[in-house]
DNA sequence: CTAATTTATATCGTGCGCGATATAAATTGA
DNA sequence: TCAATTTATATCGCGCACGATATAAATTAG
């Protein structure tokens, strides 16, 4: 085997995921989030009464994962999950009350993390950048496989 | 809330991990391999007769995470766990025979995962050395924290 | 030498992420 | 109209990541 992990790609997107999500944790416990229901809350507060499977294309998520996860959110009182009435297939979703309250409160954290890391705004912006190109190139390859 | 998961630096890095994980995994599965275990694989081979703190140390994993994984690879047949005699405490780990003959099949896994991106082999290398950059500066956040 | 502390690994519980499959509602086709 | 297909969500099982805790061996203190 010619490569150590220390040299591949794939392990430094992969440990610096879990170090960005460990970074995130101490800011997001308080307010009794996990690192990827804070994404579907910050989806959810952007953009509201979506359907499991919009929340999903923009998380790249699917049921499996997101439906117990809503669940969750849901017994915590921060999400309603409605069926829709007009096609009974899709639930709906809607953030509650002390849901938006607690979107609010969350506002603060990608800002507070960028402090931390001492980066440059255009810096972090420039690096999302070119994650979401090496992400899109991905599904062509996986297609092809 | 004012940024969608889409503007979110965390989430380009966590959906494209997600992402290149995805991609590995048809190339990973013939060979009857995890991804995380792929990683332990490479390390070992680079690097053999390992403990699991050093082999820990490298993966950024700790023993709740690595011992029942390394469990696993002990009972598919490619890794030997050992205490070691002097002090009782350390595992020693080593591939076996199969273990090497595994790392030896995997080692064109890389390659063929660059050739399906399309980068060029200095593209991943810069943008592997960028997210070493940004996870060696998540360290003294969480210290701070 | 013994007690206290430190170190290395293991165990347990929880929440993802996902492949495989299930269920039920909507749509399509003959 | 009604059977076949498609679509949206849910369920199940497994492996991983990790906080909290346990265990046992080594080291240090007194």
Redesign the pocket.
Known sequence: MALAPSDMLCFAL?STA?AV??AY?PLLEPLGL????YLALASLASSDDQ???QL?AEL?????????????MENAGWVS?TRDA??????RLALTADGRALAAKAASVPRDFADKTGLALSDIADLRDVLHVLRSRLKPALQKG
């Open positions: 992969h879990l999500h460990a944790a996990t690192y990827p229901q359907t499991v499977g999903g790249r998520l699917e049921s499996n994962t997101l439906t117990p996860l809503l669940k969750r999950r007009r096609d009974e297939r899709v639930v």
